[in-house]
């Protein structure tokens, strides 16, 4: 089944301890990226990658790092997480300027 | 700078009755115009899709239309179900770059 799979669905952790959400899609898509939704606004990128070793950032990049070491693996990386990272995380792939293929999301809360 | 507004942010209706979600967009240049439905606390899931040629495009009760010109989209969701309840997103492509609408979030009501 074509999926785009992210660990974990939901976290609760400190300001200060690092974490990587990972995301997998199984469709060969070159295209992939990290968005994060709050209560009353729209989904925003965080950053996005448009082939391995290729990545740029997004709308809201800041406290975060991605890599792209290989295709189907896009992991977000928070190496400080502070409370106003509280969020629910989406991660995407597409083939080029094809439709969005979204991960279920991962709420993170952060104490 | 590109962006794409939506309206209303929410909406009430009663099941069986007719919506339609606006769409207004800045973005240039024009490549494709996608329609997603969230449902609550799940990722977003392509409607459909409208490209410059495009005016209207059916998906069983889902149509949306397109004006180039004006830069406007619509949907319009006929006989609406409990299920149509969740929000849904109008996302402009340029290029390689996306932009994202704010969302309406639609309640269908028994």
């Known amino acids: 089944e074509a999926q785009v799979t992210q660990n974990p669905r939901y976290l609760i952790t400190v300001t200060g301890k690092k974490l990587t959400v990972t995301c997998s899609q199984n469709?060969?898509?070159?295209?992939m990226s990290w968005y994060r939704q709050d209560p009353g606004l729209g989904l925003r990128q965080i950053y996005y990658s448009m082939n391995v070793e290729v990545t740029d950032k997004g709308d809201v990049p800041e406290g975060y790092k991605v890599s792209r070491k290989e295709k189907r693996n896009f992991p977000l990386i928070l190496e400080s997480p502070s409370p106003n990272q509280t969020s629910l995380y989406f991660c995407?792939?597409?083939w080029g300027g094809g439709e969005l293929f979204f991960g279920e999301g991962s709420r993170l809360t952060v104490l | 700078k590109n962006q794409v507004e939506q309206s209303p942010q929410s909406l009430i209706i009663l099941e069986g009755k007719n919506c339609t979600l606006q769409c207004n967009y800045t973005v240039s240049p024009f490549s494709n115009l996608r329609w997603y439905k969230q449902d609550t606390g799940r990722g977003p899931v392509s409607l459909t899709i409208m490209t410059f040629s495009e005016n209207t495009k059916s998906n069983g009760r889902y149509t949306a239309t397109l004006d180039a010109d004006t830069k406007q989209s619509s949907l319009h969701i006929t006989a609406s179900q409990l299920s149509d309840s969740a929000s849904y997103i109008c996302?402009?492509?340029?290029?390689?770059?996306?932009?994202f609408g704010g969302g309406t979030r639609l309640m269908v009501k028994p």
């Open positions: 996302v402009v492509r340029s290029g390689n770059m996306l932009t």
């Open positions: 469709m060969n898509h070159e295209y």
């Open positions: 995407a792939s597409s």
